[in-house]
């Protein structure tokens, strides 16, 4: 029992690379080199230092040439499958894809009617084109009220500020004044 007394308990060991200090990181393998030709030569590299630029802008106008064709015989074709739908189609079919087509309109222009009327409104009219792109009126209103104080035309009042007339008033000096009061002016 005195050994026990003595000697103390000793702690475990801990495993490597768990204790306070960090190991050093490993470096990964270094990549291997990248394949090339056995020749050094590229197959593009030959073929264009074998040719000439005007070889070089013919093949290149071919090309052109070959892709409008293309996009021609494209367009022709896409143009005879709307045709054989359109042949394919009910009279009742083309009279309601009309009257869809008249009603998307009537609605652009009534938002743009609704655009300048709100505009107006807030004495902004320049801007409603803008507006009309607001998906309702009271997105309409609030967007004019907005661009209204961006562009300092504060509220003042329920007549827009003019007075009497409609004449806004004109600024005077002492001077003319005074000549009205004594009838000179």
């Known amino acids: 029992m005195a050994d026990q007394s003595q000697g103390g308990v000793t702690p475990p060991t801990a495993p490597e690379g768990t204790g306070a200090t960090p190991t050093p990181p ?10 090339a030709p056995a020749d050094g030569n590229d197959d593009d590299a030959q073929r264009d230092a074998g040719a000439s630029v005007d070889d070089l802008r013919k093949a290149l106008n071919s090309e052109r040439r070959s892709r409008r064709d293309s996009e021609r015989e494209l367009k022709a074709l896409r143009d005879a499958a709307k045709a054989r739908e ?3 189609k009910t009279d009742l079919q ?3 894809e009309r009257a869809e087509a008249a009603e998307a309109r009537a609605n652009v222009l009534e938002r743009q009617a609704e655009a300048v ?8 009219s320049d801007w409603s084109d803008e507006l009309a792109g607001d998906p309702d009126t009271r997105t309409m209103r609030a967007h004019a009220q907005r661009i209204r104080d961006r562009l300092g035309r504060g509220s003042s009042g329920m007549d ?4 009497g007339s409609g004449v806004p008033p004109v600024a005077q000096s002492m001077d003319d004044m005074i000549r009205r009061g004594f009838g000179r002016g």
Do not use: L, N, S, W
């Open 160 to 163: 827009g500020g003019v007075r």
């Open 26 to 35: 490993q470096t990964p393998p270094p990549e291997p080199p990248r394949d």
């Open 117 to 124: 009327k709100i505009a107006a409104e807030f004495q902004v």
């Open 94 to 96: 083309r009279a309601t």
């Open 86 to 88: 359109d042949a394919e």
